[in-house]
């Protein structure tokens, strides 16, 4: 019997795009992943951690042509201009109004890429190569012939070079998946790998916020938006537990009681004269990072 739900395998993070004949090379989509069941009960859209997705997406409710016994791996993708929006797509997800989910599956559907097959037609294939999973999933999404139903298309070998047109499309970067891998359910594996492009920014450190107990969490930080410094979040990665010691008296010998830009943020505030560099995939609307990550102190 297929289940609805399976933990989705995961890939580990990669310093830098490659060439290799033992990798096929895909689009990384910045999106929600999402297992498509679709059983005797019907179709099921759960999230990574098993969330139910199917009432925030009918636009998906074509998936109910897939055949039956199937479980596919894949991501729901939000596009504004022609690009992938995370930013749209979590408007989509938090919306909880019934007519309000109606009008926005209208105006601004949503698309399933499908990368990978778990069941085809009740028979489990996760010990199967990733070559032979794919040959099973390409045939089942053609046959949706659906335009927002898409089987993900990948290279094998070139990985710098799609990871440049990545860039120059302003997707979120590649996976590098090693050929012959099974899917692991449930574990990060290096069968898997993901290079994010990412930009890097000049920042002010305005303050920062302690953990549980009492070490250095994250730093809240500004950059220049528009021509004027402006709070654009805060960055908790990228620290060695020594930086995070060493950096946190630093910072507790400069704090003031407001910060020196407005923002909504929480933090202990610190006196001007702090830089640092910092690296992120996009900018929200609102002009905060996402995907902060901290790439060392500067010198003003």
């Not at 990871?163 to 590649?174: I, K, M, N, T, Y």
């Amino acid at each position: 019997m297929v289940p609805a739900f399976l933990p989705p395998m995961l890939a580990v993070l990669g310093d830098a795009p490659f060439d290799s004949p033992d990798h096929l090379f895909e689009w990384k989509w910045d999106g929600f992943r999402a297992l498509v069941s679709r059983t005797s009960d019907g179709l099921g859209i759960r999230s990574r951690r098993d969330r139910d997705l199917r009432p925030r997406f009918p636009d998906l409710d074509f998936l109910e042509a897939l055949p039956e016994g199937c479980l596919v791996d894949g991501e729901i993708v939000a596009l504004e201009d022609g690009k992938p929006s995370f930013e749209l797509l979590l408007r989509r997800e938090r919306t909880r109004s019934e007519s309000q989910v109606g009008r926005l599956a209208q105006t601004s559907p949503v698309i399933f890429v499908a990368f990978d097959l778990l069941f085809d037609r009740e028979q489990r294939v996760t010990s199967e190569t990733l070559l032979e999973r794919r040959e099973r999933l390409r045939p089942i999404m053609e046959s949706l012939a659906h335009p927002r139903g898409l089987f993900s298309e990948g290279l094998v070998g070139p990985g710098k070079k799609l990871f440049e047109d990545a860039v120059s499309r302003e997707l979120e970067g590649v996976v590098a998946k090693r050929t012959s891998s099974r899917y692991h359910s449930g574990k990060r594996s290096d069968d898997w790998i993901k290079i994010k492009r990412s930009q890097t920014v000049l920042c002010v450190i305005l303050g920062f916020l302690r953990d549980e107990t009492g070490g250095l969490k994250s730093l809240v930080v500004a950059a220049e938006v528009d021509g004027t410094l402006t709070c654009v979040g805060r960055v908790g990665s990228g620290f060695t537990e020594e930086l995070r010691r060493t950096l946190l008296p630093v910072l507790e010998a400069r704090i003031r009681t407001t910060p020196i830009v407005p923002t909504d943020l929480d933090g202990v505030w610190i006196e001007p004269g702090l830089f640092c560099r910092v690296s992120y995939v996009e900018k929200t609307g609102a002009g905060m990072l996402r995907a902060p990550v901290f790439r060392g102190l500067i010198e003003p």
